[in-house]
């Protein structure tokens, strides 16, 4: 989706915006950023406001948001991106409600290093300096559909038993899927294809790529309306990797590819599977620090229920351009297509942050002339743990802590977070597994209480 094209301008003015809030009988617009935690938060403003907010003079206190600073240095201000604006289509007739996507600024106007968009534009001048243009993002955000109690509370209810690609009546999330898809037409997004996912009540909506800012954008706002229409359904929408024992987790995937203008930097008509030097010191740096970034790219302890063996999730660190069980896949499209697939990626990350450290490590592959190893070409999965030490494939940390351990070892993805977001996000995540270290569950009790 481009954001441009929904408003049918390019580079979207004050005045365009203006127009649009009277004609389509604007009533509030929500002026929304993403914390550090990849969760979207939102002032909202009515009308009358508009002129304030477009002139950046909409200040908010960010001393209440986790993770972004102190009480003694609270004022922030939100500086919109016009480009963003969008009316909610679901909102009522006699008062619709819009949204523009803000950046954070400090009162002097620099941008708030705490501040995640901010901070991947922040890497994307790095890449610009090294001769690229875009950074350029394809994702496929997989989610669970799961029944509403009478209260309006989630439950783990599934409804439907479907499984890959079925077609009604055993999907019987397909109404819902179908609704959440045609509002997201008339958002402007461009849906590339929608299916039912291997695991029951699991769904999964691709849409088209676009650079790496508002492929980022288009996630958020692709969140919030799966979890909207779902409700609307008597369902409820969870981006959690992995709600149920014993099936599929939901994944991510990115798919990533460099940009000079309009010539893809990965692509070589005359390389081996036509990858250019490029793609593969790209793809080198990945494989290099992808342990390091993985606390970011899987930031939660149920991310790591989901990366285990046998349920299609990556878990050890190889690439091939045959098969479905490396971290790394090579889709088969070549020429401006030509791209890298990055299957460890779930959905409960910050994109921006994941972008921001995945373009990191890409960009010391390249600055540094990093090679690849040898491609496997083989199911990892049916390999023992000899075969995958002889052929050099490490695994992906296990937990949270094992994956903020080798965050902390890696310089170049701490830098890529900068030492704000990399220090608050260290400290949220340390609490987080505590809490989940020290929490006594139902299978423990089950386990022991009668044996011990």
């Known amino acids: ?15 365009e915006i203006k127009k649009m809030v009277a004609e389509k009988n604007v009533k509030f617009i929500r002026l929304q950023f993403t914390d550090i935690l990849g969760t979207v938060k939102n002032v909202e403003i009515p009308a009358s406001q508009l002129d304030k907010a477009l002139d950046n003079k909409m200040m908010f206190d960010g001393s209440s948001i986790e993770g972004f600073v102190r009480i003694e240095e609270s004022d922030m201000y939100l500086c919109p991106d016009l480009n963003t604006f969008m009316i909610f289509p679901w909102t009522a007739e006699k008062g619709k409600v819009a949204r523009l996507i803000c950046d954070i600024n400090r009162p002097d106007g620099a941008p708030f290093e705490g501040d995640p968009r901010s901070n991947l534009k922040r890497l994307l001048k790095e890449m610009e300096e090294l001769g690229f243009t875009d ?55 461009e849906i590339e294809a929608s299916h039912h996912e291997v695991a029951p009540g699991q769904h999964e909506i691709d849409f088209k790529y676009a650079n790496a800012v508002e492929a980022c954008d288009n996630i958020q706002t692709f969140k919030l309306v799966v979890k909207t229409i779902a409700r609307k359904h008597g369902l409820h929408a969870t981006f959690m990797p992995k709600p149920l024992f014993g099936v599929n987790g939901s994944g991510m995937h990115f798919n990533l590819s460099l940009f000079k203008g309009r010539i893809n930097a990965f692509w070589d008509e005359g390389a081996d599977l036509q990858l250019s030097k490029t793609a593969k010191n790209f793809m080198a740096g990945v494989l290099k620090h992808v342990q390091g970034f993985t606390a970011v790219t899987n930031p939660i302890v ?25 971290l790394i896949r090579i889709p088969a499209s070549r020429g401006l297509s030509t791209r890298i697939e990055l299957r460890s990626v779930d959905p ?16 010391d592959g390249i600055k540094t002339d990093l090679e690849p190893p040898a491609p496997v070409d083989r199911n990892i999965y049916t390999m023992n743990a000899e075969e995958r030490e002889a052929n050099g494939i490490a ?13 902390a070892k890696d310089k170049v993805i701490i830098d890529a977070l900068g030492k704000h977001i990399y220090a608050n996000f260290k400290e949220a995540k340390e609490v987080e597994f505590n809490k989940f270290r020290t929490t006594v569950t139902q299978w423990e009790r089950d386990q022991y209480m009668r044996m011990y």
């Open 348 to 363: 409960s990350a910050n994109p921006y942050l994941a972008m921001a450290v995945i373009l990191a490590a890409g960009l």
């Open 135 to 189: 950074f350029n993002l394809g994702p496929e955000p997989e989610f669970f559909l799961f029944k509403l109690d009478e209260e309006g509370a989630p439950t783990l209810d599934l409804n439907d038993d479907g499984g890959y690609f079925d077609l009604a009546p055993t999907d019987l999330g397909e109404n819902c899927r179908r609704d959440i898809v045609l509002e997201l037409e008339e958002m402007g997004f």
């Open 302 to 326: 149920n991310s790591y229920k989901r990366l285990v063996p046998g349920y299609e999730a990556p878990c050890y660190v190889a690439w091939s351009a045959q098969n479905r069980s490396p």
């Open 395 to 407: 695994s992906l940390p296990g937990t949270l802590v094992d994956a903020l351990s080798l965050l």
């Open 1 to 15: 989706m481009t954001n441009k094209a929904v408003n049918g301008v390019s580079n979207t003015t004050k005045g």
